[in-house]
Structure formats: structure tokens, C-alpha cells
């Protein structure tokens, strides 16, 4: 039994709990009983109960990305690191790859590690299945879980997220709005990000009465390769598929839109519109420079460390935090 | 007293007075005798012994780098952390920035977590003054610290490099061939790395009897900036600096000059030459595409962690280890 089980047993708050178990006043005696007679009646686990507490911490945070050397995690992770030291805390990072099994085993590990809380890096982390989200679930009965860009709903779990949905929302908008109908999303990534933007980018082209599925293009290769990702598009073209602008869901993508609107010597953005997104340095590396999404990643950083120390501070702190994006219009759309 | 005192002043290696201490034989009597005679008469500090000896360890290595989203420093990070997990170690990353207090700060934080080891993951933790480096000489009298394409000669430090001497050497003798002789070479560090980059440089330019000290162009701005780099370019063209190629210490300072040549309208390569450095993801983003040097990064880390497991073993492993570089020829270079 958990510090969670007890605070939904006794119908309190997690932090109300901790205020109990700590003797730290501001509970009033009915709460206070109610907590101690589920506690009581089930028993507990002292481990997860000196974690929950702050009691015998170690100081430390478990950081998990799919991949360190992805240029937007790896931006998270550095942001999310100088504030972690910034707050006193250090931290340990587990580069787990995309897989399931890999991810649990990571999770575990940092557990024994007696880590205090665990930032999962990266909205891939939620998987669409949702039984394939028990590892964090499971986790949360432990010690925290904040989720930078995902979202899951369970107990202990946190998010801070950005708009996806909105932002996208908005540029295809403007996209249409600028002339351009033909637009192909085109996107490599399924997680609860990614699905945010997908349905984003359906809602403005379903407003505008625009419904033609086939230019919604999922690429399954590499994440750097921009040469397979240009073959892609240019199959589409060779399939007889008319298109004047692309819409990407990250600036790689876009990017490899750049390199195939060049080489059929489309103008840009006079014939060929292209947008990005996370306004990464990629973004000023192309000719002309590429329009792209900027989602603020240090100010949802900066929010879900503020979030995590709330917690370990046994304070009451928000389950999930959303911030716009922004546009920052470049040379690649009108 | 450490190991390292006691290997030294017995006249005999780490690995050796290891083998006593642990009684894991192949030592001569002498030997033997030699080494607890130096301890008998010094003492010692039985915490550094245990580490040394692989006993009660907790089986992690600190990792140090001065940003984690820098390009570069992130793929090392990432080959890193992959196949020190493979080896069944944890890792326990730090992002220090530049500042030499800092990193001071962070290299003691990682011994009082009681790592087994520590890897320096860039050549920017070495400083040209020599008594900058204390700070590394010092941490490594109780633990083994690995560089990634630095060297310092100091007992118990080990590195692992790539030949930027000779790469840059002989890239820059091909773009001479080519018939480019006003090359700038454009560089934004002064690190052990960078400093053997320029002498290559400088040692071919020589050779070819080319002479002009204002080619060489520092840059001391964000090292992700490319506007503030080209803008750099073309101030050096309006100071009335004539340059038809650019050879630069990393692949952002040379899509800077891409840019720059696209804004000149040079043709590149007919009238400009660009070489790049890292052949990281860059290199295919830009039009024409950056011939770029590969100076081979996972095939270093894996050196450096077969180093690093074997020391950690008990085993002599050399104390340098020198890889060649590659020139990838793309686009930028005739």
C-alpha cells in the first residue's frame, strides 16, 4: 500500500497525507483520524512512505528520453537539468529508446535508485493503447511522474503541455487562408503529441469543408534521415499526387519539404508553402528560412520543474498545465 | 593517500597495486612486498581503495558536458549512456556549462555520489592554461576520468580522440588542390580539439607556401546563431576580405558560410568552397549539401567505454587511444 492508496482510501489529498504522516499541522483532527485508521486497516509500505515524505531523499530526479541526441529532447533535458540544479536537486538520465519493455525496465531501475520523482521527456511516452500506460500508472503509486508534453490521466501523474492541438489549429488556418488548398500533413510520430496536432490540422481543413485523407502522409523512417523523408514526398508527386504546401510536425520533416520543393524548382513560398514545427535552429538552416511552431519548451520546462518541487514540498499542485504556441512566420508561407 | 600515490611512489602501475590489494594474484613477492610497504608507511583512505577496487560500488558513471543540446555533445552523450547500460551501468549526467568553477563544482558532486568513474564528453573541459586543469588532475586521484577527444597528461586520466590535426590537415590541402587558395578558416573554440583543428589548418596552408594570419576568423557568439555567424562573414567581405572558400571548425559555423555564399550569389562549389566539421544532420539540410569531416563519435565512445570497463577490471588499458577522421564529400567542396 501506497501513499496514493491511502490518500484515495481515506478520500483526502496525497499532500494532505504527507501533512498527517509528517505531524506538520493545518489538518484537522477528523482528517487526521480518517487517515490514520486507513492506515490502520490496510498497513503500509515505510519505503514509499519516507520517499512520499522527503524523508531519507537522495536529492535526486530520474530524467527518461526516447533519445538523448533528438535535437528538441535533448533541449528538454538541458533545460530541464540547470533547473533541476538550480533547485538543489541533481539527476539521472535514462536514454530508453521507444520500446515498451525497455521503458518499464528504466522505470524500475530508477526506483531502486530511490530517485524522488521521475520527468518523462517527450509526449512518445504515452503509448495509444492504454493498458501499454500501466508502467507509469504503476510507477505513480511511488513517487511522482511528470510528464513534459504528454498526458495521462492517473493518479500522482503530472503534465505540462503545449497547445499542439491549437497551434496547429491556427497555422493550417492561416495556411488555407493564404491561398493554399493542397496541403499534405506530414508527420512520423503517433504519440499523444503527435495525435494532438494531426486532429488539429483535420479540424481547420474540415472547417474550410477541405476533406482529402490520402494527404495525410505518415513517414516511418529514421528521425534525422531528411534524404529518405524528401524520397517520400517525391513519391507522392510521382504518384500523381498535386500538392502546394506541406504542413510538418516536426522541422526535420519540413525541412526535407524545403529540399523537395527546391528540386522540382517550385518558388517558395510564391508556389510552395511549408511549415514547421519547434522552431529549432533547423528552422534558420534552409533557404529561404522556415516558418515553424515555436511550443516555449523552456517555459514548460521552467513550469514542471515548479510543478515537481510543489510535490515534494507536500503542496497541492495543478494535474495538468497548458501553455500556447506560437507562429514565428519565416520566408517558407505567405 | 590514493591508489594513484601508492602506484607512483611504489614505482608500479594502478592496475598492479589493485591486483595486491584485492590478492588476485600474477604479482610477483617483490612487487607485492613493494606496494604494502609504501602503504605500511603512508597509510591510506580506505573509501578511494574501495572505489578503486571495484568493492561496494554502485555501479554508475558520471557523465559531464557543458550543454546537452548542443549538437554534438548530445549524440556523445547519447552513444555514452546506450553502451554503459549495455555494460550494466547507470548514469548520472551533469550539464556544467563553460565556467571552470562550475565544473570544478560538478566533478565533486559526482565523487561524493560515489561513481565509479567519470567521462568528459567534449574537448572543452580542457583549458589552455595548464593550471585550469587541476581541477581534473585532482578528481582523477580517486577516480578513473575518460575524455572524449581531449587529452591532459595526468596519471589515471584516459582519451580517447579523434585526429583533428590531421583531418583538417588534409582537407585543407584538398581544398587548395581544387584550385582555392583564399580559404578563411572560421572557428568558435579554443579547446584542446579546436586548437588541433587550426594547426591543421595552419600546418597546410604553410606547406603550400599560403601565409595570410586575417583568414583565421574567431567567432565568440551562441553557437547556434547562424544569423550572427553569417552576419560575421559578411562583415569580414565588407571590410574588403577577399575569400572564396571557408573552411570551418563545426558544421553550424560552415552552414553559416553556406548562407553567406547563397546571399553573394557564389555558386557553390564553382566560385565558393565550404567544408564542415561533425558531418552531424546539418550537412544534408543545407543546398548545395556540406562536404563535412566525420570524425567517427560512436566508434569513440565505444572506445572509451571498452577503456573504461576495463579499468574499472583491474586491467592496463592504454592511456590514449587516436582515431582517424574522414572527409564525406558532398555538395560544398569541388
Known amino acids: 500500500m501506497t501513499i496514493y492508496d491511502i490518500s484515495e482510501k481515506a478520500g483526502v489529498s496525497i499532500a494532505t497525507?504527507?501533512?498527517?504522516?509528517?505531524?506538520?499541522?493545518?489538518?484537522?483532527?477528523?482528517?487526521?483520524?480518517?487517515?490514520?485508521?486507513?492506515?490502520?486497516?490496510?498497513?503500509?509500505?515505510?519505503?514509499?512512505?519516507?520517499?512520499?515524505?522527503?524523508?531519507?531523499?537522495?536529492?535526486?530526479?530520474?530524467?527518461?528520453?526516447?533519445?538523448?541526441?533528438?535535437?528538441?529532447?535533448?533541449?528538454?533535458?538541458?533545460?530541464?537539468?540547470?533547473?533541476?540544479?538550480?533547485?538543489?536537486?541533481d539527476s539521472i538520465l535514462c536514454c530508453t529508446g521507444y520500446e515498451l519493455e525497455s521503458r518499464a525496465a528504466a522505470m524500475n531501475l530508477l526506483i531502486t535508485k530511490k530517485v524522488d520523482g521521475i520527468i518523462l521527456v517527450g509526449s512518445n511516452f504515452i503509448y495509444e493503447k492504454e493498458s501499454d500506460n500501466r508502467y507509469i500508472a504503476d510507477a505513480a503509486t511511488q513517487l511522482p511522474v511528470m510528464l513534459l508534453n504528454g498526458a495521462l490521466d492517473a493518479p500522482n501523474v503530472y503534465s505540462v503541455v503545449s497547445d499542439d492541438y491549437a497551434s496547429m489549429y491556427s497555422a493550417t488556418l492561416q495556411m488555407i487562408e493564404s491561398g493554399v488548398k493542397d496541403i499534405v500533413y506530414f508527420y512520423n510520430s503517433t504519440s499523444y503529441s503527435g495525435m494532438r496536432k494531426l486532429a488539429g490540422y483535420r479540424a481547420a481543413m474540415k472547417e474550410q469543408m477541405i476533406d482529402r485523407e490520402p494527404l495525410e502522409q505518415f513517414y516511418r523512417g529514421s528521425h534525422e534521415d531528411i534524404h529518405a523523408m524528401t524520397e517520400h514526398l517525391k513519391k507522392l508527386h510521382d504518384d500523381g499526387l498535386k500538392f502546394r504546401g506541406v504542413i510538418a510536425a516536426d522541422d526535420t520533416l519540413a525541412l526535407a519539404a524545403v529540399k523537395y520543393a527546391r528540386e522540382k524548382k517550385y518558388r517558395i513560398p510564391e508556389d510552395f508553402s511549408i511549415l514547421g514545427y519547434n522552431n529549432s535552429m533547423l528552422a534558420n538552416c534552409c533557404d529561404p528560412e522556415l516558418t515553424s511552431i515555436d511550443n516555449k519548451l523552456e517555459i514548460l520546462c521552467q513550469h514542471l520543474i515548479f510543478t515537481l518541487m510543489g510535490i515534494l514540498a507536500g503542496r497541492e499542485m495543478p494535474k495538468k498545465t497548458i501553455f500556447s504556441g506560437e507562429i514565428v512566420k519565416r520566408g517558407t508561407t505567405r
Not at 535533448?74 to 538543489?88: D, P, S, T, V
Request: charged share 20%; with cysteine; aromatic share 8%.
Open 17 to 89: 497525507v504527507s501533512r498527517v504522516l509528517n505531524d506538520s499541522g493545518k489538518v484537522s483532527e477528523m482528517t487526521r483520524k480518517k487517515v490514520l485508521d486507513v492506515i490502520q486497516q490496510y498497513g503500509y509500505t515505510p519505503n514509499a512512505f519516507a520517499r512520499g515524505l522527503g524523508l531519507n531523499t537522495m536529492k535526486t530526479i530520474g530524467i527518461m528520453c526516447a533519445d538523448s541526441s533528438d535535437l528538441y529532447l535533448a533541449k528538454g533535458i538541458y533545460h530541464i537539468e540547470q533547473k533541476l540544479r538550480a533547485n538543489g536537486y
